[in-house]
């Protein structure tokens, strides 16, 4: 066997591994990509050949690079290429490139933000975040902190929580996120209207 039709031939494991390592339904997994559970269960299988159509909106869905799909070896440039990604007038770059565990994000909020809705939020998971500069101001529960560089803070995602800018500068800082945190401060879609 020549070595792409090894490596095509490896894509269908890698495809189930991966869904199974996330949690994720085949139905779940349709919906997201578009595909039809039938193709991607054939996918999966080896019964249905990768193509490039089927495997980019799956590597959209599972966040991997699409060689990593493919298996090809990862070589040249071991930087992450951060796309910033804005929601709520803050801009989160991303520092880690590995999905299904933590993930570590540089966040940039401008004086002010975020604007919006002042009410604090509740969801599964687990946060931590350092200050690298500016001042940010951490809203707890019945916690009122402001936090400057170089200080740490680690909460229970569950307990009602907000970041904001107080100002006068820009504030910058690192967050890490579990899963779940990922998905509601970088990844939510906005509401449909």
Same mark, same amino acid.
């Given at each position: 066997?020549?070595?792409?039709?090894?490596?095509?031939?490896?894509?269908?494991?890698?495809?189930?591994?991966?869904?199974?390592?996330? +949690?994720?339904?085949?139905?779940?997994?349709?919906?997201?990509?578009?595909?039809?559970?039938?193709?991607?269960?054939?996918?999966?299988?080896?019964?249905?050949?990768?193509?490039?159509?089927?495997?980019?909106?799956?590597?959209?869905?599972?966040?991997?690079?699409?060689?990593?799909?493919?298996?090809?070896?990862?070589?040249?440039?071991?930087?992450?290429?951060?796309?910033?990604?804005?929601?709520? +007038?803050?801009?989160?770059?991303?520092?880690?490139?590995?999905?299904?565990?933590?993930?570590?994000?540089?966040?940039?909020?401008?004086?002010?933000?975020?604007?919006?809705?002042?009410?604090?939020?509740?969801?599964?998971?687990?946060?931590?975040?350092?200050?690298?500069?500016?001042?940010?101001?951490?809203?707890?529960?019945?916690?009122?902190?402001?936090?400057?560089?170089?200080?740490?803070?680690?909460?229970?995602?569950?307990?009602?929580?907000?970041?904001?800018?107080?100002?006068?500068?820009?504030?910058?800082?690192?967050?890490?996120?579990?899963?779940?945190?990922?998905?509601?401060?970088?990844?939510?879609?906005?509401?449909?209207?």
């Amino acid at each position: 066997m020549a070595n792409d039709e090894v490596l095509l031939a490896e894509v269908g494991p890698r495809l189930r591994a991966l869904r199974k390592q996330r +949690g994720t339904t085949l139905s779940q997994l349709a919906e997201a990509t578009g595909i039809s559970v039938s193709t991607l269960s054939r996918l999966e299988s080896g019964g249905r050949r990768p193509t490039l159509e089927l495997l980019l909106p799956l590597a959209r869905a599972h966040q991997v690079p699409l060689d990593e799909l493919v298996g090809a070896p990862h070589v040249g440039d071991p930087r992450v290429q951060a796309r910033p990604i804005v929601r709520h +007038g803050m801009t989160f770059l991303p520092l880690t490139r590995r999905p299904g565990g933590p993930q570590a994000f540089k966040q940039i909020l401008p004086p002010g933000t975020p604007t919006g809705d002042p009410g604090q939020q509740t969801h599964e998971g687990y946060e931590w975040l350092y200050v690298l500069s500016g001042r940010l101001r951490l809203l707890l529960g019945d916690h009122d902190l402001i936090l400057t560089p170089g200080e740490v803070a680690e909460f229970d995602t569950r307990l009602p929580h907000r970041l904001l800018n107080p100002g006068p500068d820009t504030a910058e800082v690192i967050n890490l996120f579990g899963p779940q945190g990922e998905r509601l401060h970088v990844r939510a879609r906005p509401h449909a209207r």
